[in-house]
């Protein structure tokens, strides 16, 4: 099995390749990422010199590429895409152009290219939000996106259906909660909360910090893909959730206390994002039931793991924060 990853320099995408490298010897992939400031090729270096794992930088809104590369795969694993909230609410028209168009000129090239098997990844939030004693989102639930990256992903989920009930083009999607875990980029609240603690800086709470999150460790994601990729009914979509429902703040307590320092010393109120969802969460029936998938890593376990990642891995997310880690394509790759 070859599969193209699209977005593989990324947080989830980087942890997915190097499940697949680890599990299936005889897998090959070929990684097409962008590079933009969220790609990240050290997460890839354990496998920079392996024989069945090739990276290419390109966008994914190039067709003839696309087509290139997709004609030489079995399969495309869809991750590449702007997926950051607080830089939508600044800035849409990137959201629109990779989530959106790219993924058609993916859905594009697979149909021409002998409709390659297609797996999307997508999130929670094109659900919109939830109240506190809410049930949680299903498959069934309506779409109502809040911020312009909800609706970018939701855009981008109702084309991969629309290749499949036009085109019969054998696709899945998955919908799944916040991940976390190694290769985070610290925009995002967990690794931003734990390298502003180690750095002596403070964790900025939006609002009150009551806004609730469901979190799902990486490792459990990949697994998910996974067995969606390999026994999951084409056509289908699958919600993938971690049964953690803590607030922000509590979550930044846990961090607080792992780290152990003071929460007074640490944190900060600012003011609260634009339109802020409030709750999500998912109900993992479906995958449950049809393909034997749970989540395997408790809430506290994953967080305490998470921290001492950070704690042994410095210089990466240090790298991270100064933009030093880009030079890493400028030196293996040019
Ligand atoms: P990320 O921001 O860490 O990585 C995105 C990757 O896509 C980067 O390597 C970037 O360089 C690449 N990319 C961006 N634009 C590109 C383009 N035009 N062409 C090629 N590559 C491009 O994202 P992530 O957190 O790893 O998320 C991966 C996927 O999972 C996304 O589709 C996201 O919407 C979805 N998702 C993420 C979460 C989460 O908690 N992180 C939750 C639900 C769904
Ligand atoms: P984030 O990690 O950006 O993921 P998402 O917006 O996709 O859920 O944010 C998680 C939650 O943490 C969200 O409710 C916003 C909040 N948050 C903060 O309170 N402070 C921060 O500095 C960040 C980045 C997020």
């Not at 859905?107 to 929670?124: E, P, Q, W």
């Amino acid at each position: 099995m070859k599969l193209l990853v699209t977005g593989g320099a990324g947080f989830i995408g980087s942890n997915f390749i190097h499940h697949i490298l680890e599990k299936y010897p005889d897998y090959e992939i070929v990684n097409v990422d962008l590079l933009t400031y969220a790609g990240n090729l050290v997460n890839l270096a354990k496998c920079q010199d392996e024989t069945r794992y090739t990276f290419v930088k390109a966008d994914i809104c190039d067709v003839d590429k696309m087509n290139q590369l997709i004609a030489d795969v079995d399969a495309i694993v869809h991750f590449a895409a702007e997926s950051h909230v607080d830089r939508s609410i600044h800035s849409s028209a990137e959201f629109v152009r990779t989530n959106v168009i790219g993924t058609q000129v993916l859905l594009d090239a697979a149909l021409k290219n002998g409709k390659k098997r297609f797996h999307h990844i997508s999130t929670d939030e094109v659900f919109g939000h939830l109240g506190l004693d809410e049930p949680a989102f299903t498959e069934e639930t309506p779409y109502d996106p809040s911020s312009p990256y909800s609706a970018s992903k939701a855009a981008s989920d109702h084309f991969v259906r629309a290749y499949h009930r036009t085109h019969e083009l054998p696709i899945t999607i998955s919908n799944c909660t916040n991940n976390y875990g190694p290769f985070h980029h610290p925009e995002k609240l967990i690794p931003l909360a734990i390298t502003n603690i180690l750095e002596g800086k403070r964790v900025p709470i939006y609002g009150k910090g009551n806004q609730v999150r469901d979190w799902l460790h990486v490792s459990d994601h990949c697994t998910a893909i996974d067995l969606i990729l390999h026994e999951g009914k084409i056509g289908e979509t699958y919600g993938v959730g971690g049964n953690n429902q803590p607030s922000n703040l509590q979550i930044v307590q846990k961090l607080i206390a792992l780290l152990g320092k003071k929460e007074k010393d640490v944190t900060e109120y600012v003011a609260d994002r634009k339109g802020h969802d409030f709750r999500y969460d998912i109900d993992y029936t479906k995958i449950k039931d049809e393909l034997g998938w749970e989540p395997s890593v408790t809430l506290d376990k994953g967080l305490a793991d998470t921290v001492t990642w950070y704690q042994e891995n410095e210089q990466w997310w240090k790298d991270v924060k100064s933009g030093a880690y880009q030079d890493y394509y400028k030196m293996h790759y040019k």
